[in-house]
């Protein structure tokens, strides 16, 4: 798949999915595999399970939301002489190759590497030049060594379903990039540039409007009633029960609907809301049936729930080609999981305080909020245009205490602000653990104080002065 027009490291990467994909196929017994929980993961574990399927290796498939100690002793102690580590990895080599023993070790990854591989078989775009984070994700390398061995174009495009997860499918570069151009060219993905109003194709077309959670608009997003209300003002013939979607909708009907929703959005007094915000592509999956796994967001979205709601086995499957009953549980979980977010950021949006307009504080601490929410909450309000040039932190009451989940603006990220390091210094004041990266990071404290919130916010403030 190497071509002269691409990056010069693209021929490296490209012989090493050969090399990988040979190792594997040579290989005799069982072959152990360990991948991480979210959709990228799961949607590389899935990918790599059925490439060895269909050259018909034994294997084994675990997941995991860290790589601990534990963890990694057991997965290594399992029985078999090679362990393929999926979406994680990189960033521990010391202590695989501390554990290893005598098993063979392969890493399908695109983390920075922590050292030299030393007798590691590693796959992983940061070798050839590229930045991991914005190309060549697990999934997309996973369907490289699939589609390399068997030539089905079923691996290129649920490969992209684990980029759109891993937010490389917003402005694809290199490696992703290149599959995504073979996907289109196998005629198996699309891409189509459309409204974030009619992302979704499923829904009744009063909830599919308020859909998209990117970017997250307080008092539109997630909201039926403020859907139903817009579909009545545009005068379109409509009962939530007649089933009508936005596929329904004529050229007239779609442009008197477009137009009442953006002038209520403009009406709602948001900052910096450009048009281009409201315009995204959307790569869809021309062979998938069912309309949530035919959009790769959607399909992202539907395994990353599957991971968080501690099922991750729908994921593996449904990455790995079964349909059927595994997509009806995973829907279900889907939504379940979306009426809970459309609650708690309405909680959230009411309950944030800005300080000197640029740290929001979402105490959470007195509501009925599961903690488990916290990342995905700030992330989603950390992306929202009315909260994204705002340090946003959250804070809950978990078992162990408090739990903090914070995001910081890319603006102040490149200026050398770092979250991680408030999260580090404001655990050990008040006894906790903590930490994270400069952009998002997290610390769970132990009991509370009234002054937490005020020293929170000195806290930043001191960092960014
Ligand atoms: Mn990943």
Not at 132 to 152: E, M
Request: proline letters at 3%; hydrophobic letters at 40%; charged letters at 25%.
């Amino acid at each position: 798949m190497a071509s002269s027009s691409l990056a010069p490291g693209i021929q490296g990467l490209t012989s090493d999915v050969e090399r990988v994909a040979e190792r594997l196929h040579s290989h005799d017994g069982i072959i152990n595999v360990l991948t991480h929980y979210d959709a990228d993961g799961l949607v590389a574990g899935g990918l790599v399970a059925r490439f060895l399927s269909s050259i018909g290796r034994e294997f084994l498939l675990r997941t995991t939301v860290d790589l601990t100690d534990d963890v990694l002793s057991s997965f290594l102690g399992l029985g078999g002489r090679l362990n393929v580590f999926v979406d994680l990895g990189s960033g521990d080599l010391d202590r695989i190759i501390g554990m290893r023993g005598d098993k063979e070790v392969v890493i399908i990854d695109h983390h920075k590497l922590s050292r030299e591989p030393d007798g590691v078989t590693i796959l992983n775009p940061e070798l050839h030049g590229f930045d991991g984070g914005a190309t060549g994700c697990a999934s997309i390398l996973s369907g490289l060594l699939g589609y390399q061995l068997t030539g089905d174009p079923y691996f290129l495009g649920v490969s992209l379903v684990g980029a759109a997860g891993d937010m490389q499918l917003i402005n694809p570069v290199d490696v992703t990039k290149m599959v995504l151009d073979k996907a289109v060219e196998m005629g198996v993905a699309e891409v189509r540039k459309d409204f974030i109003f009619f992302a979704s194709h499923s829904l009744p077309l009063h909830k599919a409007i308020t859909w998209s959670f990117n970017p997250y608009i307080p008092n539109f997003t997630g909201r039926d009633d403020v859907g139903l209300m817009l579909v009545k003002r545009s005068g379109i013939d409509y009962d939530p029960s007649n089933g009508r979607t936005v596929d329904s909708l004529n050229d007239l009907e779609r442009n008197r609907l477009l137009e009442v929703i953006v002038q209520y959005i403009a009406g709602l007094g948001i900052r910096d809301l450009r048009p281009g915000d409201l315009i995204r592509n959307f790569v869809v999956l021309r062979f998938e049936e069912h309309p949530l796994l035919r959009h790769v967001d959607e399909f992202a979205n539907l395994v990353n729930t599957t991971g968080r709601m501690g099922e991750e086995r729908l994921g593996l499957l449904l990455a790995y080609g079964v349909r059927g009953g595994v997509v009806d549980r995973a829907i279900e979980l889907y939504m379940e999981r979306r009426r809970f977010i459309a609650k708690y950021l309405e909680m959230a949006d009411r309950s944030a305080k800005i300080y000197d307009d640029t740290v929001a504080i979402v105490d959470l601490r007195g509501h009925d909020f599961n903690p488990r929410f916290s990342g995905t909450i700030s992330t989603i309000l950390s992306r929202s245009l009315k909260y994204q040039d705002k340090v946003v932190i959250l804070l809950a009451r978990s078992e162990r205490g408090v739990k903090l989940s914070a995001r910081a603006p890319r603006h102040l990220v490149e200026k050398g602000f770092n979250l991680a390091e408030i999260m580090r210094d404001l655990s050990k004041r008040f006894s906790g653990i903590g930490g994270g990266h400069n952009v998002a990071a997290g610390a769970t404290i132990e009991g509370s104080t009234d002054t937490l919130v005020k020293e929170i916010v000195e806290a930043v403030k001191s960092r960014l002065g």
